[in-house]
């Protein structure tokens, strides 16, 4: 089946520093990909819609220089957390859809990051 | 604003017991539905999903959905349930006639099954 790979897993940083996350579709190409953050017990929250070759869609609320999203190629899309704050601290997911008309979106294994 | 709501946020239940999730969307068009599921520490799973044809789906591990339009629901059933089903279950909806994979998830419900 499709396979969807994020890394890294776990990452911890201090607060100012950027952190990167790289999201790849292992089997297909996605020229879409989609970025959610995941709150302790709580639902997952679309962040923004990462394009190949354009600039990314982002959600109501959500700080594009904050989170900076580049989909270099049809395989990768990348989430950089700039400048992070504690607050930034959370579990991000990506998904990538494949399909066609009877699009199917699968997921990262997520990262949690955790900023001190 | 299209949104998708979750009625049961922390379910308990028994060995054997019947299980039946709410799931709700607020959108008067073209719906595409799913279940997923994410066990401690895992990526979410997809549990089913519908497209359009018969609205009873049957998906993994013994789980249906029935899509009701005039609901607007998208209720999760299994007759019964296992402990290795406690996990969290999320609704999750993309909006509009062409599927782009772009999901909005319910709040989640979190299944805990008691030997």
């Known amino acids: 089946g499709a396979v969807v790979s994020q890394h890294p897993s776990r990452v911890i940083c201090k607060s100012g520093t950027s952190v990167k996350i790289e999201c790849r579709s292992l089997d297909f190409q996605a020229t879409t990909m989609f970025w959610y953050r995941q709150f302790p017990k709580q639902s997952l929250m679309l962040m923004a819609t990462?394009?190949?070759?354009?600039?990314?869609?982002?959600e109501q609320g959500v700080e594009k220089d904050k989170f900076l999203i580049n989909h270099a190629s049809l395989t990768l899309s990348t989430l950089t957390v700039t400048s992070a704050h504690p607050e930034d601290s959370s579990f991000y997911i990506c998904s990538a859809p494949r399909g066609g008309l009877n699009t199917e979106a699968f997921f990262g294994q997520g990262t949690r990051l955790t900023v001190v | 604003a299209q949104s998708v709501s979750q009625h049961n946020h922390h379910v308990i239940l028994s060995e054997a017991a019947s299980l039946e999730l709410g799931c709700n969307y607020s959108?008067?068009?073209?719906?595409?539905l799913f279940w997923y599921v994410q066990y401690p520490g895992q990526h979410l799973q997809l549990l089913l999903k519908?497209?359009?044809?018969?609205?009873l789906v049957k998906g993994i591990k013994g789980f249906e959905a029935e899509f009701i339009k005039s609901k607007f629901s998208f209720n999760l059933r299994k007759p019964s349930v296992q402990w290795s089903d406690t996990a969290e279950y999320f609704c999750a909806v993309t909006f509009g006639s062409s599927n782009t994979g772009k999901l909005i998830f319910g709040q989640g419900t979190t299944l805990q099954v008691k030997p």
């Open positions: 519908y497209f359009s044809g018969d609205p």
């Open positions: 959108y008067g068009g073209t719906v595409n």
């Open positions: 990462s394009n190949e070759g354009s600039k990314a869609t982002y």
